[in-house]
């Protein structure tokens, strides 16, 4: 089967360009392109966290297409402007399986990285740890937020996770706990409504996990029993082994989801040898801002894997 290609909308007078790609089972994924400014050094895809779309990105967009490079902008299928089942994913790999059909589709004249924030880095992780991999140029993770391994990530009351301690044998220090006024798109998760909904086989159905709205007059975003399962990170450490491209990871002090520290102390451990990897630690931004405030890093890490082929330096 040839592979489908994304089609471009009419020009806006400001700001991305929309864009569509439909996937083989007919679903429409949306997207907003951003053309670089001057000669395209390279091609970012930037996928959006859990509970979010590609709307919340739009200031990303444009700093990286102003540094000289291409931007696609990616709703998931049920999240934005995408077709599909909103909060619903049928099995554990729909996303990826999705994502992988996108870097099909993207034209390779230029280097392509994968941006992913927050819970995109599972599907990310998990298409590139397979056998049958797509190439791209290095995959960036920003504030990842890598569901089931409570060792990588916050909770309200920081305590030291045992079971990330028997996994790894590695014992974190309790991260400080972030003052909930800091805090901003909080999850809940319903575990009650979780267990029922499996044993009454009503999990495509019973929304359990749910994300507030960081806008005035939006409705949370909630997944179903189902979707809940199945975006949950599975065997992370042994499909970060798996991984073959650079890796940049950056996390911030002051995010109230990420346990910083923890991956700084796992990566290192679990990716291959002669992977590359890069992380960086943001004394600034919280689990949003941080992506914007990584900007100039991720910039000069894409520019260690592929300086410009005209001489210049991507800003």
Excluded at 24 to 40: H, K, M, N, Q
Excluded at 69 to 95: C, K, N, T, W
Excluded at 105 to 133: E, K, M, R, T
Excluded at 156 to 172: E, G, I, N
């Amino acid at each position: 089967m040839p592979t489908a290609t994304i089609t471009y909308g009419p020009a806006q007078a400001k700001g991305p360009l929309p864009a569509q790609l439909v996937l083989r089972d007919g679903t429409p994924l949306a997207f907003r392109s951003y053309a670089a400014r001057g000669v395209a050094r390279a091609r970012v895809l930037v996928l959006h966290g859990s509970g979010l779309n590609a709307e919340y990105y739009l200031t990303l967009g444009g700093l990286l297409a102003g540094r000289g490079i291409e931007v696609l902008l990616m709703d998931f299928r049920g999240h934005g402007q995408s077709g599909g089942p909103v909060g619903d994913a049928a099995g554990p790999g729909v996303y990826s399986d999705d994502l992988g059909e996108v870097i099909a589709a993207v034209p390779d004249d230029v280097p392509l990285f994968v941006f992913a924030h927050s819970g995109s880095a599972v599907a990310a992780i998990d298409l590139l740890s397979a056998p049958n991999a797509p190439h791209v140029a290095g995959l960036a993770m920003v504030a990842p937020t890598l569901a089931g391994d409570s060792g990588l990530t916050r909770t309200a009351r920081p305590q030291t996770d045992y079971s990330a301690v028997s996994r790894s044998f590695l014992r974190f220090r309790p991260e400080r706990q972030i003052p909930d006024a800091q805090t901003k798109f909080a999850y809940r998760f319903d575990f009650a409504r979780f267990v029922f909904a499996r044993a009454a086989r009503l999990d495509r159905w019973m929304r359990v996990l749910s994300f507030g709205a960081t806008k005035p007059g939006q409705a949370p975003y909630r997944y179903t029993a189902r979707a809940a399962t199945n975006i949950i990170a599975r065997n992370l450490e042994a499909k970060l082994a798996r991984l073959r491209c650079p890796v940049f990871v950056a996390t911030s002090e002051q995010d109230a989801y990420v346990n910083g520290e923890a991956i700084a102390t796992l990566l290192p451990w679990t990716l291959p040898a002669d992977v590359p990897l890069r992380h960086e630690s943001l004394p600034r931004g919280d689990h949003f801002t941080a992506t914007l405030m990584a900007v100039p890093l991720f910039l000069d890490w894409v520019q260690g894997l592929c300086p410009d082929r005209a001489g210049e330096q991507v800003a």
